[in-house]
């Protein structure tokens, strides 16, 4: 059944010409353009799908963002994680409903909507309070206040260690990923998966020579490169722009645990 929508909800309006805005419903308030206001009364109560007009007849559609459209077009604080990288890092990390994350680099916050909405459990480690404190705006503002019992956001650098024990992922959008492998191997149970997000391969050769010498094996990088096609009658083509690197995905997983007399799975 269709919700009607409601104030403090984003709604995302889009125009004949592709055009896309995220605009945040309240009482009284208008969304202003070239096109002229659309007051946000003539939206409140109303379901997805519903066509208003501004006062130069440019029609909008208006409908429920996907978290996909809410990571491009939501304010940052720091560069976001694109939506052709999130999907493969659930994969990657196999999230389940129920597990226990830490996500050190939370940015913005559109990895831990991610992971969230998955049904995992989040600690954030982030170095900048006002990068913790608008991932935390920013997931609230889309998941609503309750996942607030299953999102925690520490302003600390994971650099300096991991409080936390028996987790079953560490997620890292962080520079030097390397130095974390020692704490990740102490805070991971067995089995446990760490993924790292990089933008160079120089970053992802060394990350990947610490991993060699732990007690994490299994590892894997991947890239991602997303194209799309136009499709218009018989004209049908590769676009001529693709979203191609946004950067590298590593991920690894706990073998053995610090102290094993077997060694390190991932040496030669």
């Known amino acids: 059944m269709s919700r009607p929508f409601a104030p403090g909800e984003r709604v995302l309006l889009f125009d004949n010409k592709g055009r896309r805005y995220l605009v945040t419903l309240v009482e009284g308030g208008e969304f202003h353009t070239h096109a002229g206001p659309v007051a946000h ?27 996909a459209e809410v990571v491009l077009k939501m304010p940052r604080g720091a560069q976001v994680i694109y ?12 999230v389940f409903p129920g597990a226990r994350i830490l996500e050190a680099g939370v940015g913005s916050g559109a990895l831990s909507m991610t992971l969230l909405r998955a049904g995992a459990s989040i600690t ?63 805070a991971l149970r067995p089995g446990g998966i760490l993924v790292s997000y990089l933008p160079t391969i120089l970053q992802v050769a060394q990350f990947r020579e610490a991993l060699s010498h732990s007690a994490f094996g299994m590892e894997e990088t991947l890239e991602v490169l997303q194209r799309t096609w136009h ?25 053995s645990v610090p102290g094993d007399d077997e060694g390190s799975p991932g040496g030669a």
């Open 41 to 67: 009364a003539a939206l409140l109560g109303q379901v997805e799908g519903v066509v208003v007009r501004t006062p130069r007849g440019v029609r909008y559609t208006v409908v429920r963002p996907t978290l």
């Open 231 to 255: 499709i218009e009658g018989q004209s049908v083509r590769p676009d001529h722009r693709m979203v191609a690197h946004t950067g590298f995905l590593t991920s690894a997983r706990l073998l």
């Open 124 to 186: 954030g480690y982030e170095m900048r309070q006002d990068f913790a404190n608008r991932a935390r705006t920013n997931v609230t503002s889309f998941l609503g206040p309750d996942v607030g019992d299953r999102y925690r956001v520490e302003v600390r650098d994971v650099y300096d260690g991991i409080d936390e024990t028996g987790l079953d992922r560490i997620v890292l959008d962080l520079p030097e990923p390397w130095r974390v492998v020692k704490p990740a191997s102490a």
């Open 83 to 94: 939506p052709k990288d999130l999907g493969p890092i659930l994969m990657l990390a196999d």
